[in-house]
């Protein structure tokens, strides 16, 4: 059975398909038979990353695929060890199916209350919708400072919800690696490589714990 990691955000643009990528090429990377499902198919910006990928030669290669609904996607994960499915912009009904197929759901958020507090509201509704709380969990993205993390932080913990080890500052050679089909922890900075696998080994953990 495949562990289901869903990424979902109440805004567009907060890392999604970013932290999505970069599970997908980790998890491949330590052998792990792996599917990120781009569920926008307005978009569709993860299998036109793939596209870039395949053309820069980088390994590991995985697999990434267009659907339409997170059920669809669920069909084709017999094989697999890990299924990820990157959420469309916004929140939606696509939303609650991704929650109720992931073994593990990730909202990125910025550090702002103006990102956090809608962010906040979206779990909600999915606790409410009967989502388990402790499958719920934040990851701080495009932070600015370690202050501004330990305040969004301690503002999502006050909600009443757990927020990942580690954060995704904002910087320019994320986005530049993802112009060149690569992932978060392969941009040409080792520094920055580090924090974004901080992050995302913290997500193995809580799919492993
Ligand atoms: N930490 C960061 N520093 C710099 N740029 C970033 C960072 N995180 C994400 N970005 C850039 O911000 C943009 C939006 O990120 P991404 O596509 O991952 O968000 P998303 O939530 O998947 O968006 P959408 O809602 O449209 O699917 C991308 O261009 C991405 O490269
Ligand atoms: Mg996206």
């Known amino acids: ?21 970069g599970l997908s090429r980790e998890a491949a990377k330590g052998g792990l038979n792996v599917k990120l499902a781009d569920l926008d198919t307005q978009q569709g910006t993860s299998v036109d990353w793939y596209r870039r990928r395949l053309d820069s030669g980088a390994l590991p290669v995985f697999s990434v695929e267009s ?3 997170a059920s669809q996607a669920l069909r084709s994960a017999d094989q697999l060890d890990m299924l990820l499915l990157d959420g469309p912009a916004r929140a939606s009904s696509a939303t609650l ?9 990730v909202q990125p958020s910025g550090a702002s209350v ?13 606790v409410k919708a009967g989502i388990p709380k402790d499958r719920l ?13 330990a305040d969004s932080r ?29 992932s978060i922890t392969e941009t040409r900075y080792p520094q920055l490589n580090l924090r974004a696998d901080t992050l995302i080994q913290s997500m193995v953990d809580k799919l492993n714990g």
Do not use: W
């Not at 495949?2 to 932290?19: D, H, P, R, W």
């Not at 199916?97 to 759901?105: D, P, S, Y």
């Not at 103006?114 to 999915?126: C, K």
């Open 97 to 105: 199916e991704i929650a109720q197929a992931a073994t593990l759901v």
């Open 137 to 149: 969990c934040f990851a701080l993205c495009r932070i600015g400072t370690d202050a501004e993390e």
């Open 114 to 126: 103006d990102d956090l507090r809608p962010a906040i509201l979206v779990f909600h509704e999915l």
């Open 154 to 182: 301690s503002y999502i913990e006050q909600a009443g919800y757990m927020t990942l080890q580690g954060s995704l500052p904002e910087r320019p050679s994320y986005r530049q690696a993802s112009n060149a089909g690569l």
């Open 1 to 21: 059975m495949a562990q289901i990691v869903g990424f979902i955000s109440q805004k567009g643009g907060v890392g999604k398909s970013t932290l999505a990528r």
């Open 67 to 69: 659907f339409k609904t």
